[in-house]
């Protein structure tokens, strides 16, 4: 089983700010990844899949990079609206097997 | 596209937890779409349960896979979740979800509004 590890558990920003999510894979999946959003007391929303597409609607300042173990979800400028939780999701042997990371909680 | 959950809130310990997703505003039958199921314990992350074709074709989260069944129903429209000999640590809100793959996978992008299991007796 891919294991997806996710740091920071909480990052604290103030608006504007940049912000850098990290998602770490046990072994090698490529660009398989994909990132959500969820807010509190909402399903989860697909941000990013391949590691740096971005899904339908997703704001320009959101963005995903890396390959192989190695990924990250930028903000180049928080907004208050940012407030959520996020997860990295690997499918890279999909159909067969999905893993989420334990997720990230951004403070504004 | 929206996604319905339905199904008991309460679930004995030991019994069988089932539970439905309703698809609206479009097919359950399209090829570029897959259906699955995925859970949150309440305050944790998300885990994934399995996935389900229209054609019927099923793919289980190897931890889960014994308890695990499920089934599409095309006249229907509507794909169900059956997870037998529930613990207390099947309490979970459960969600219904589109996985859209158009010939790579494009991610999860048509989520239901989850349904919460309570399991006690």
């Known amino acids: 089983e891919i294991v997806m590890t996710q740091s920071p558990a909480t990052l604290s920003v103030s608006p504007g700010e940049r912000a850098t999510l990290s998602c770490r894979a046990s072994q090698s999946i490529s660009t398989n990844l994909a990132w959500y959003q969820q807010k509190s007391g909402q399903p989860p929303r697909l941000l990013i899949y391949?590691?740096?597409t971005r899904a339908p609607g997703v704001p320009s300042r959101i963005s995903g990079s890396g390959s192989g173990t190695e990924f990250t979800l930028t903000f180049s400028s928080l907004q208050p609206e940012d407030l959520a939780v996020y997860y990295c999701q690997q499918y890279s042997n999909w159909p067969l097997a999905l893993t989420f990371g334990g997720g990230t909680k951004v403070e504004i | 596209l929206q996604l319905q959950e339905s199904g008991p809130g309460l679930v004995k310990p030991s019994e069988t937890l089932s539970l439905s997703c309703t698809v609206s505003?479009?097919?359950?039958?399209?090829?570029?779409?897959?259906w699955g199921w995925i859970r949150q314990p309440p305050g944790k992350g998300l885990e994934w349960i399995g996935n389900i074709y229209f054609t019927g074709s099923t793919y289980y989260n190897p931890s889960l896979k014994s308890r695990v069944t499920m089934s599409v129903d095309t006249s229907k429209n509507q794909f169900s979740l059956i997870l037998s000999s529930v613990t207390a640590a099947d309490a979970a809100l459960y969600y219904c979800?589109?996985?859209?793959?158009?010939?790579?996978?494009?991610?999860?992008?048509?989520w239901g509004q989850g349904t919460t299991v309570t399991v006690s007796s």
């Open positions: 979800a589109k996985h859209r793959v158009p010939g790579y996978y494009f991610g999860l992008d048509v």
């Open positions: 391949g590691a740096s």
């Open positions: 505003g479009g097919s359950i039958s399209r090829s570029d779409s897959y």
